[in-house]
């Protein structure tokens, strides 16, 4: 690549910072949603629906030869990427329902754990030390979170089952991951999202209408936080993450990432007035060096 084309040196990190930003809005959206009567499933839906279909006229202009090569190897992975993608918003999105925000984003945004176990029990990768000690104390951290929250009667309706779901989904969007990482090193940005977002939109739908969950009778107050939703955390977010990857590294990336559960902490205590119980604090900052290592110490 040329040194013209090339952005400032800057910009990756200023771009960085306004995903982060839109990405940590995710879980004050849904808690907003949810208030306004929303069910879960019906917010990850359209969160993933709404963008799907934002990404379309982008998908089809920019990648239409592309996607009509696909391979049956490739439609079959997008498919497993977008149910697991699925599963990771349902769950999590659900998640919030019963635990505090902070719980709950600092257990889902676990994912770089998950994906070094799994390189070392499917691809027999050997863990570094450093992921090895960054998976201990992640562990430390949950447990201290999960502890904290059995305490804690003001840390949800069911803070256990909470942060149970939330760490389902965190255990989804490694399997996500996993498998994107196949499909994407064959296909263009703009193919990658469009297939990923409408298998995992697709999913939803059909898991909506077969379990009667109510999709358009919503206020407008719901119809602008879900659009919001598609438009920021999901799109806005994690294109910056992607288009971030061409000129940082992605240890750096996943760094930058756990910012999320620190932003939306703070933004769930200026809107909500949730705040840290000590042992949730304890375990939220063992959780998030824990991650920073095990991020530091994966493979490239």
């Not at 992975?77 to 599963?87: P, S, T, Y």
């Not at 070392?120 to 104390?137: D, S």
């Not at 989904?169 to 499909?183: H, M, T």
């Not at 909506?208 to 799109?235: D, I, K, N, Y």
Request: one cysteine or more.
């Amino acid at each position: 690549m040329s040194q013209t084309t090339q952005p400032a040196r800057w910009l990756p990190f200023v771009v960085l910072g306004i995903g982060l930003t839109a990405i940590s809005f995710g879980a004050i959206f849904a808690r907003l949603a949810q208030a306004e009567g929303v069910s879960s499933l019906t917010v990850a839906t359209w969160r993933l629906g709404l963008a799907a279909l934002i990404i379309t006229p982008v998908a089809l202009m920019q990648s239409r030869r592309e996607l009509a090569r696909l391979t049956r190897r490739q439609i079959g992975m997008a498919l497993a990427a977008g149910f697991f993608l699925a599963l990771h918003f349902a769950t999590w999105i659900s998640s919030l329902e019963y635990t505090s925000v902070a719980s709950s984003t600092a257990l889902v945004t676990t994912n770089p754990l998950w994906i070094g176990l799994a390189s070392f029990l499917i691809f027999r990768e050997t863990p570094t030390r450093m992921m090895i000690g960054g998976i201990a104390l992640s562990f430390a951290g949950s447990l201290f979170i999960f502890w904290s929250d059995s305490q804690n009667a003001g840390a949800g309706s069911d803070p256990m089952f909470g942060n149970l779901l939330a760490l389902v989904g965190s255990w989804c969007f490694s399997a996500y991951l996993l498998i994107g990482r196949r499909l994407r090193a064959g296909l263009g940005l703009p193919a990658y999202i469009w297939l990923a977002y409408g298998a995992a939109a697709l999913f939803l739908f059909a898991a909506s209408g077969a379990g009667g969950v109510e999709l358009f009778a919503l206020s407008g107050t719901a119809w602008l936080v879900l659009l919001a939703m598609a438009l920021g955390p999901q799109l806005l977010g994690h294109t910056a993450y992607n288009w971030s990857l061409r000129y940082v590294s992605a240890t750096f990336v996943a760094v930058v990432t756990l910012g999320e559960p620190v932003g939306s902490a703070l933004m769930a205590f200026i809107i909500f007035g949730e705040g840290f119980a000590p042992l949730q604090f304890v375990g939220f900052s063992l959780l998030l060096v824990g991650i920073y290592l095990a991020a530091k110490g994966e493979k490239g």
